[in-house]
């Protein structure tokens, strides 16, 4: 992949993905993570992000459409249980401008997850496109 080793659970974080989207997934299902992806390329509001990750991360039905639920949910996936996760958020070049705010609560919950899923000894990562 890169100088990166999905194994490196200190390493875990968000990071632009410096490789195809293919040799990523190879590599988490090397290590027996979940490999998963959010289409963000059409998100103009907070709502279209809410609802892209309740379906592209196939959310239980109590996903309660807000940053509180969606902090829920990541630090969840009871429904996807791995080894670990490797989150791709594709399409988020625009969204910094899209979302304003949002985008900065945004970062803030995934890198809580990140943090919570590494208390876990569970690697969690993110990576944007």
């Known amino acids: 992949m890169t100088d ?3 194994n490196t659970l200190e390493d875990c974080g ?9 040799t990523l997934k190879a590599e988490a299902r090397d290590h027996g993570y979940v490999f998963l992806t959010v289409d963000l390329g059409v998100v103009a509001e907070k709502q279209d992000l809410l609802d892209a990750f309740a ?3 196939e ?3 109590y996903f309660g459409q807000n940053w509180d639920a969606l902090s829920d949910c990541l630090m969840d996936f009871s429904w996807l249980e791995a080894e670990g996760y490797v989150l ?7 969204l910094e401008e899209a979302l304003g705010e949002d985008y900065d609560i945004l970062m803030e919950i995934l890198e809580e997850t990140v943090k919570f899923w590494q208390e876990q000894d569970v690697p969690f ?3 944007l496109t």
């Open 59 to 61: 959310f239980p039905e």
């Open 88 to 94: 791709v958020l594709e399409g988020t070049h625009h």
């Open 14 to 22: 968000i990071l632009p993905l410096r490789t195809d989207e293919a």
């Open 4 to 6: 990166l080793s999905l």
């Open 125 to 127: 990562w993110v990576f």
């Open 55 to 57: 379906t592209d991360l």
